[in-house]
C-alpha cells in the first residue's frame, strides 16, 4: 500500500464475538481527498463554416469578440448569425439580406507598385520573339479570342453593365478555363433576367448566383466575393467599375491581374500588364527574366520595366492565346512553332510522341479583319481532315 493511502487509512477495533478478551482490529477503506481539477476548459470553436479566408472575408458580420457571454453557448449556436437583428431566442441563423447590408468601412486600399527601383534589362531579340508569336497569332483561333473577359460586354447595352459583366468575367476566370468562365456568364446573365447589372447580383440570392457559377473554381468562394464586391460598388463608387488599379484591387476577389485587364477592356486604358499564368509561364520559358521570377507580380514589374506602354493591351491575349494552343503547360507543340525553327525559344524540346494534337493553321488572305479559324484534332482518329484551298 503506498504511502498516501495508508495515511488516509484507520484502524478501528472491536471485541471478538467468541471471547471477550480478545481485541479485534480492523483497516478501514481509505478515503481519497478530493482534488481540484488540472483540467483546463477550452472553447469550442466551430469549423462547420469555411475557411479561414472566407470568414475574413465577411466584413459585415458584427464583431462579438469583446462581448461578454452570460453562458457558454451550445455547440450548435457556435457560430453567430450573420443578421445582427437575429432574435437570440431563434434557433436557426437568419440570413443576411444583402440588398439592406451597408458596405463596411472602406479600408485604405495599399497602393500597388507600378514600377521596379531599378528597371529590369529588355532581353535581346525580345521585339523578334514578339513578332514572331503575333504572326502565329493570327493563324488560328484560340480559346480566349471567342470566350475569354472581353466576350461578357458584347451582351450588354448599358455602358455601366458593359463594365460591370466584364469585371464579373474576370472574378470568375480565376483558375477556371474560358469555356466554363463564358458559359458561367451566360447562366448568371439568364438567371438575371437578361443583363448582368449591379442591383441584380446584390438582390440574388447567394443560392441563385452558385447555381449559376457552380462550374467554375472556388465557385462558393467566389459567390461571397461577388455578392460582397457589388455591394461595395453600390455604395463606394456610384453602382460602376473603378477607373484605377488601387480601387479595384480594394474589392474582394480582385487582383492586379484582374484589374489592369479590367482596366484595359472597360475603360480602355493601358495602366500595367495583366500577367496570368500563361504571360507568366511563357515569359520565363522565353528566358526574358534575369533571373526568373517566381510569382506574376515580379513577372508584370519586368515586363513593365521594357516593354513600350503601347503594347501592354495586346500581350495579354497573344501570350494567352499561345500557351492554349502552342506552348502548352503539358505537351508543349514546339513541332509546330516557328520559335524553335528561329531559334528564339531557349526551352523548345524535341517532340517525339505520335499521340499529339494535330494543329492545322489557316493562311491570312489579304483584306481578312477577323482571324481564321484552325483545326485541332487527335491523330488517331479517321476523319478526312480539311486543309483550305491555297491562295491562287
Not at 471471547?19 to 472553447?43: A, Y
Not at 486600399?109 to 521596379?116: M, R
Not at 502565329?136 to 461578357?152: K, N, Y
Request: glycine content about 4%.
Amino acid at each position: 500500500m503506498s504511502a498516501k493511502k495508508r495515511a488516509a487509512s484507520s484502524l478501528i477495533s472491536r471485541a471478538s464475538q467468541f471471547n471477550s478478551q480478545v481485541t479485534l482490529f480492523e483497516i478501514s477503506e481509505p478515503q481519497e481527498s478530493p482534488r481540484r481539477s488540472k483540467r483546463i476548459k477550452t472553447e469550442v470553436k466551430d469549423e462547420s463554416l469555411a475557411d479561414l479566408e472566407d470568414l475574413n472575408l465577411l466584413k459585415f458580420e458584427p464583431d462579438t469578440s469583446n462581448t461578454p457571454r452570460k453562458s457558454k453557448p451550445s455547440k450548435k449556436a457556435a457560430s453567430t448569425p450573420l443578421d445582427p437583428a437575429a432574435s437570440s431566442s431563434s434557433s436557426t441563423p437568419q440570413k443576411i439580406r444583402a440588398a439592406d447590408v451597408k458596405s463596411p468601412k472602406k479600408a485604405k486600399a495599399k497602393a500597388i507598385p507600378q514600377e521596379l527601383s531599378t528597371p529590369h534589362p529588355a532581353p535581346p531579340k525580345w521585339w523578334e520573339t514578339y513578332d514572331t508569336i503575333k504572326e502565329m497569332r493570327a493563324r488560328f483561333v484560340a480559346p480566349v479570342d471567342t470566350m475569354g473577359c472581353q466576350q461578357a460586354q458584347v451582351a450588354e447595352s448599358d455602358p455601366k453593365n458593359r463594365r460591370y459583366a466584364t469585371l464579373v468575367s474576370l472574378m470568375l476566370s480565376s483558375q477556371t478555363k474560358d469555356v466554363v468562365t463564358n458559359a458561367a456568364v451566360d447562366n448568371l446573365r439568364e438567371a438575371f433576367g437578361g443583363s448582368i447589372s449591379i442591383d441584380a447580383m446584390i438582390a440574388a440570392d447567394d443560392s441563385i448566383i452558385s447555381k449559376a457559377i457552380a462550374k467554375v473554381g472556388f465557385w462558393n468562394r467566389k459567390t461571397t466575393y461577388l455578392k460582397q464586391a457589388a455591394i461595395r460598388l453600390r455604395d463606394e463608387f456610384d453602382s460602376d467599375v473603378p477607373s484605377t488599379v488601387d480601387e479595384l484591387c480594394s474589392l474582394p476577389g480582385v487582383g492586379p491581374k484582374m484589374a489592369f485587364l479590367a482596366l484595359q477592356i472597360a475603360w480602355n486604358q493601358n495602366d500595367g500588364i495583366g500577367v496570368d499564368v500563361h504571360v507568366h509561364r511563357i515569359t520565363n520559358l522565353l528566358g526574358w527574366h534575369k533571373p526568373p521570377t517566381k510569382t506574376p507580380e515580379q513577372t508584370r514589374l519586368n515586363l513593365q520595366s521594357w516593354l513600350p506602354k503601347e503594347l501592354y493591351g495586346d500581350i495579354n491575349h497573344m501570350l494567352v492565346g499561345f500557351g492554349q494552343v502552342i506552348c502548352l503547360p503539358v505537351g508543349p507543340r514546339c513541332d509546330m512553332c516557328d520559335l524553335s525553327t528561329k531559334g528564339l525559344c531557349p526551352s523548345a524540346r524535341t517532340v517525339t510522341s505520335k499521340n499529339r494534337k494535330e494543329i492545322v493553321f489557316t493562311k491570312v488572305t489579304k483584306g481578312q479583319e477577323s482571324p481564321p479559324k484552325v483545326e485541332i484534332k487527335l491523330e488517331e482518329e479517321t476523319e478526312k481532315k480539311f486543309v483550305p484551298p491555297a491562295d491562287p
